[in-house]
């Protein structure tokens, strides 16, 4: 054999650079399932699921081609991706290794010394999928104090000419967040399109039945499984999320309301990751239907700026600060998660909603992640490394290189601010205002000591007062720490007290 072409499990496209040259006459594939990748770090039932059904199914299409692929199935291989494909390449004796890119520094290392230590070489190639390359980014962010998301994605906007109307933004801003973002009022949400649903096919059974014979022992559900899994059934989800959710996308989009997790998301998170969809073809599709009079402008730049921005942007971040990024603790926050985390089981209604959603599901929505069980986990203390692992665990479109800056960095703060200006930090306040969860909840959001106090509002005072000589170095964080020094000694003392009983538990 003169090539193997490795294949990873997000890495289901087609027109990837490691297919470039391949020759079926002397060249092979390979595709594995490991039972590491999904316990060492974890992963949650319906993220392995969603993996597996993927990749099982992009397997039948080269096979359906004529290709030639070796393939190995969950709990019939080797437990790791090194150990398979080492125990491969003493049968197969490829002469070099060709892969694209992968997604995960942990796992580029791992097969880079696969192949040192066989004396292949491995043709490692850039990952076609994204707008921009690592070293794209490297150059836009050389020489810049700080980075931030806006400047890129404005660069990437004219770079890519998305949105424009020459050089100038259509409309005339960069950005419309302004018009978005609006709360649901008492009435709630109206007219949510139903989700998408794909019933799963005899092969996604099939890789949920392994799921459940080989990792009964990994935290969430599978009985609503029904997401896309082929590049069909993703290109229906794209089509669909266009016609009835965009319009409706930008103005609702940090809202929250008990027992709707759809709302008017796009869900295409996992289709995009595992790149059974291209970042442009959604993009394109979304200005297409602005252009067509379909979606206001505000919906279509805020949805646009989430792929074209912040996608490309925490791509650059991860592979320029990758392998420290990943140990970073700037707020030295030493407390273990808490177990609710993998059970939902809470009297504080905003994470038992939420959290009970990503576990049924392996969804839920930005601000859900970000507002309630980052912030949670942030005003909490909670180690960044074990946020880390619980996020790339449960959701079905965590890959690590999308989601450790926004866990570490967006929503822990723990990079000290490469990621984020300020700390996204907020008293329960914020869920009540954006939410329905405190009406239906035993604690009260605007107090902050005492039994009935909600235990985001008494966390959010204790970390002004643990980090209020670090806060008071940012322009940005300066009124919410003038608030703090308005308090008397008593009732921060009083604060002091019932947050350590709310970390002992409630
Ligand atoms: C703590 C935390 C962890 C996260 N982990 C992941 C993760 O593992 N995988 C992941 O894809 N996204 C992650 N995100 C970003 C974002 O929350 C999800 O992309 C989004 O909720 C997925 O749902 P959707 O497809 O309905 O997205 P929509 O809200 O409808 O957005 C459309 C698309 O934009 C992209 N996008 C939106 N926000 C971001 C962002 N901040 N960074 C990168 N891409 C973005 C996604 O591809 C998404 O599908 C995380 C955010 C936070 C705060
Ligand atoms: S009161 Fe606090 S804990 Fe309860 S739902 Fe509201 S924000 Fe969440």
């Known amino acids: 054999m003169r090539h193997l072409v490795l294949i990873l499990g997000d890495q289901l496209n087609r027109d990837a650079s490691a297919f470039d040259g391949f020759d079926p006459a002397q060249d092979g594939l390979w595709m594995a399932e490991v039972t590491g990748e999904s316990t060492d770090p974890p992963s949650s039932q319906s993220r392995s699921a969603m993996f597996l059904a993927a990749m099982r199914h992009f397997a039948a299409a080269l096979r359906t081609e ?22 491969t390449l003493q049968r197969l004796r490829p002469q070099a290794l060709v892969l694209t890119a992968p997604g995960d520094w942990r796992v580029l290392q791992a097969l880079r010394a696969v192949a040192a230590a066989h004396g292949l070489p491995l043709d490692l190639r850039d990952d076609r999928h994204f707008y921009s390359t690592v070293r794209d980014f490297a150059a836009h962010a050389k020489g810049r104090k700080q980075l931030r998301m806006e400047f890129f994605y404005r660069e990437m906007r004219r770079r890519h000419a998305v949105l424009m109307d020459g050089d100038q933004p259509a409309g005339g801003e960069w950005n419309y967040d302004a018009q978005n973002r609006e709360s649901f009022g008492k009435a709630g949400p109206q007219y949510v399109p139903p989700r998408v649903v794909f019933a799963p096919d005899a092969i996604t059974q099939g890789a949920i039945a392994d799921v459940r014979q080989h990792l009964a022992q990994l935290p969430g559900r599978l009985d609503s499984f029904a997401w896309p899994v082929t590049r069909l059934q993703a290109l229906q989800a794209l089509d669909r999320f266009i016609t009835e959710r965009l319009p409706h996308f930008g103005r609702h989009q940090d809202a929250m309301w008990a027992g709707e997790p759809w709302l008017w998301h796009a869900h295409l998170a996992a289709a995009l990751n595992l790149k059974l969809l291209n970042p442009r073809e959604v993009v394109a599709a979304a200005e297409a239907a602005w252009r067509a ?3 206001p402008l505000p919906a279509v730049e805020g949805f646009i700026r989430q792929i074209l921005g912040w996608r490309e942007y925490v791509r650059g971040i991860y592979w320029t600060q990758m392998p420290d990024y990943a140990a970073r603790n700037a707020l030295d926050a030493q407390a273990p998660l808490p177990d609710f985390y ?31 069980t980052g912030l949670y986990a942030l005003l909490h203390g909670v180690v960044p490394q074990a946020v880390h692992h619980w996020y790339l665990a449960v959701y079905v479109d965590a890959v690590e290189w999308v989601e450790l800056p926004n866990t570490l960095g967006m929503s822990q703060y723990a990079d000290g601010g490469l990621m984020a200006s300020k700390p996204y930090v907020a008293t329960g306040q914020y869920i009540q205002r954006m939410s329905n969860h405190c009406a239906g ?3 009260k959001p605007a107090q902050r000591v005492g039994d009935e106090a909600c235990p985001f509002t008494t966390l959010y005072w204790d970390f002004l007062a643990r980090h209020q000589v670090m806060l008071a170095q940012n322009p940005r964080m300066a009124l919410q720490v003038k608030n703090l020094a308005r308090l008397s000694a008593e009732e921060r003392a009083a604060i002091t007290a019932r947050a350590a009983q709310v970390r002992r538990g409630l």
Request: aromatic share 6%; proline share 5%.
């Open 441 to 443: 909840c035993r604690f």
């Open 66 to 87: 004529g290709l030639p692929l070796d393939y190995t199935l969950l709990g019939q291989g080797l437990p790791t991706l090194a150990a398979a494909l080492a125990d």
């Open 293 to 295: 009079g379909q979606a």
């Open 342 to 372: 993998w059970t939902g089981d809470t009297p504080m209604a905003c994470l038992r909603d939420t959290i009970t959603q990503t576990l049924d599901h392996g969804y839920a929505h930005h601000i859900q992640r970000l507002m309630v």
